[in-house]
């Protein structure tokens, strides 16, 4: 079985701000190469202070999804006043992705998770082997290798939601512009003393006119080779 026959999303990044956390991701998902669904929402809300994107495999999202939201809702029917943590949500897909993965079937997808409890940020991360990760920032897929210059040099985890937001746009049009199963729309889950807020997805311009790439050598011989 071959994770390029599925339907799979792209890379999400979850980033640690002054007053809570911020998952974003694109809405394309991809057939292989070809962009097959371009407007879809891969994050989901858990409850009132935890959230959860994913990259990688979609039904396998969605069934993860399934499972989880049967957990939320255990949780709800015992009433007994304990209430599942951001950290608890995280182990029990680990746990998951540990029994799946043990069984040669694993689920084909990344997640973060996103949460805010008693005044204290999380982020974590699981993946296809049930790894189990928690951090400031958390990036997945090609943002892996792309983005994470751009998060040492201009992110810090003190400062607002809007500067934040500014960093993650410049992080996807670098995606826009390099990542066949990417693209310049996305959508941005902020999970603060609030709540979850899953945002309405926006486009993103990416920069294409570089001057290197205006001015290249081989463009130049080209031109002049027409004269």
Known sequence: MCIRDRVTGGSVIGLYFKDGVILA???????GSMA?????????K??????????????DFQEVMRKINNMHQEE???NDN???SPSDYTNYLARLCYFKRNKGNPYYMVSVIGGYQNGQRYLGYVDLHGTHLEDT???TGFATYF???LLWNYW???QDEQQVKRVLIECFKVLAAKQTTAQARIQFTVIDKNGVRIEEAQDILPKWDFKFTLNRASEKLYSESLN
């Open 25 to 31: 991701s694109d809405t394309l998902l991809s057939y």
């Open 46 to 59: 858990i409850n009132d202070t935890t959230a959860i994107a994913s990259s990688g495999e979609y039904s």
């Open 156 to 158: 810090k985890e003190d």
């Open 36 to 44: 097959k669904f371009r407007d879809v929402r891969r994050a989901e």
């Open 147 to 149: 983005c994470k210059p």
């Open 137 to 139: 920032h958390i990036v």
């Open 82 to 84: 304990i209430k599942f």
């Open 76 to 78: 709800l029917n015992a």
